[in-house]
């Protein structure tokens, strides 16, 4: 019985990667005008595809500068009039995780429509023993023009990324959409993706779709211990319209969110005195149904946070808010998970449309 990867792609042509093609294409770089790349707060400085800086002025941990290089959340935005939609990338490493599709880790998604308005239209396919690839997003398209945005991948790194388009068509600025205001939102692997299906999936950019902002993914998977250092650098990100908060599933202790969660907003609060800031406990594992002193714990930390916020309010800063984690994926939470506590696209798309009207307030759109 034959056994090898390519027995399933023999059988069904719609499960084949894709080719480099022979045809004629114009090849961009995104890094240049009018394509607009988000998530990238440090882009102009260093002209990388990278969410923190190079050489940072605060110390970061080794394992939260390596997670740095992957471009979740990062996003390509531009129109164009072309019939047709390539993409050609080179990776910093292949496909290697065993709980997310390869399409997550190193797949790029579009979507077509103006901000508020885009729709899926294709994932990108390509050989998962390979580093670097050409796909073909769309072709034989009518030619007008159409605003798209490219979901970069989740857990991989870009070194290099060119867009394709017909020879003959026009790539013009994606309108609609305010590049100067950001949300911010730093958190666990949760907010970096795991265990979306494909980039567009993770519940940041599935909000990047409900606001006609630049949402900036700071989420540094397994490593997102609320350190000092980090909200120095976050700080430093220029015209803030929102902090989001959403680190406690990688606190060490209870006794470490307790220091760490006030101290963070102070050193924020400093340089940005009027920005709201959301902090978001954590969604509930699948085995807290069974688990009632993990259940407890999971409680705990809850109200945690919930009187750091009320303390800070208290104390006269009343824009700091608290939202309650449990909450957001439904009361189908243990459906909503791919291994009983990442989220699956069900999961990602219950946190989005919760989290839409508590960010739409603070936002006061």
Same mark, same amino acid.
């Given at each position: 019985?034959?056994?090898?990867?390519?027995?399933?792609?023999?059988?069904?042509?719609?499960?084949?990667?894709?080719?480099?093609?022979?045809?004629?294409?114009?090849?961009?770089?995104?890094?240049?005008?009018?394509?607009?790349?988000?998530?990238?707060?440090?882009?102009?400085?260093?002209?990388?595809?990278?969410?923190?800086?190079?050489?940072?002025?605060?110390?970061?941990?080794?394992?939260?500068?390596?997670?740095?290089?992957?471009?979740?959340?990062?996003?390509?935005?531009?129109?164009?009039?072309?019939?047709?939609?390539?993409?050609?990338?080179?990776?910093?490493?292949?496909?290697?995780?065993?709980?997310?599709?390869?399409?997550?880790?190193?797949?790029?998604?579009?979507?077509?429509?103006?901000?508020?308005?885009?729709?899926?239209?294709?994932?990108?396919?390509?050989?998962?023993?390979?580093?670097?690839?050409?796909?073909?997003?769309?072709?034989?398209?009518p030619k007008e023009m159409r605003e798209i945005t490219l979901n970069l991948p989740l857990y991989q790194g870009v070194k290099e990324l060119w867009v394709g388009t017909s020879p003959t068509s026009s790539v013009a600025e994606f309108h609609g959409f305010a590049s100067d205001k950001k949300v911010l939102i730093y958190g666990t692997s949760?907010?970096?993706?795991?265990?979306?299906?494909?980039?567009?999936?993770?519940?940041?950019?599935?909000?990047?779709?409900?606001?006609?902002?630049?949402?900036?993914?700071?989420?540094?998977?397994?490593?997102?211990?609320?350190?000092? =250092?980090?909200?120095?650098?976050?700080?430093?990100?220029?015209?803030?319209? &929102? $902090?989001?908060? /959403? +680190?406690?599933?990688? #606190?060490?202790?209870?006794?470490?969110?307790?220091?760490?969660?006030?101290?963070?907003?102070?050193?924020?609060?400093?340089?940005?005195?009027?920005?709201?800031?959301?902090?978001?406990?954590?969604?509930?594992?699948?085995?807290?149904?069974?688990?009632?002193?993990?259940?407890?714990?999971?409680?705990?930390?809850?109200?945690?946070?919930?009187?750091?916020?009320?303390?800070?309010?208290? =104390?006269?800063?009343?824009?700091?808010?608290?939202?309650?984690?449990?909450? &957001? $994926?439904?009361? /189908? +939470?243990?459906?909503? #998970?791919?291994?009983?506590?990442?989220?699956?696209?069900?999961?990602?798309?219950?946190?989005?449309?919760?989290?839409?009207?508590?960010?739409?307030?603070?936002?006061?759109?």
């Open positions: 019985m034959d056994t090898s990867a390519n027995a399933t792609h023999q059988l069904d042509a719609n499960l084949q990667p894709d080719e480099p093609r022979t045809d004629q294409w114009e090849w961009h770089s995104p890094l240049a005008s009018p394509f607009q790349l988000t998530s990238l707060p440090w882009l102009a400085q260093d002209g990388l595809y990278r969410r923190l800086p190079l050489h940072p002025s605060h110390p970061i941990r080794s394992e939260v500068d390596r997670l740095a290089n992957y471009t979740t959340g990062v996003q390509v935005r531009f129109a164009t009039n072309s019939p047709k939609l390539a993409v050609r990338v080179v990776l910093a490493d292949k496909a290697t995780m065993y709980q997310m599709p390869a399409t997550a880790q190193c797949g790029i998604d579009c979507y077509i429509g103006p901000s508020g308005a885009q729709q899926y239209i294709n994932t990108t396919r390509f050989d998962l023993a390979q580093a670097e690839y050409e796909s073909v997003l769309f072709e034989s398209f949760i907010t970096h993706g795991a265990c979306a299906s494909r980039p567009g999936m993770a519940y940041p950019n599935q909000l990047s779709r409900m606001f006609p902002l630049e949402f900036v993914s700071l989420g540094f998977s397994g490593n997102a211990q609320g350190e000092p =250092e980090l909200a120095h650098l976050i700080s430093q990100i220029q015209d803030p319209a &929102l $902090l989001v908060l /959403d +680190y406690e599933g990688n #606190t060490p202790s209870k006794e470490h969110l307790a220091q760490s969660l006030p101290t963070f907003i102070h050193i924020y609060r400093d340089v940005h005195p009027d920005v709201p800031i959301l902090v978001i406990s954590k969604i509930p594992y699948a085995k807290e149904a069974f688990d009632e002193e993990l259940r407890q714990r999971q409680e705990g930390l809850k109200i945690l946070q919930r009187e750091t916020v009320e303390r800070i309010n208290q =104390e006269g800063d009343a824009n700091v808010h608290f939202c309650d984690g449990s909450e &957001l $994926l439904g009361a /189908d +939470y243990q459906e909503a #998970t791919t291994d009983g506590i990442h989220p699956s696209d069900l999961g990602y798309k219950h946190m989005a449309e919760n989290l839409k009207p508590v960010i739409a307030k603070l936002l006061r759109i």
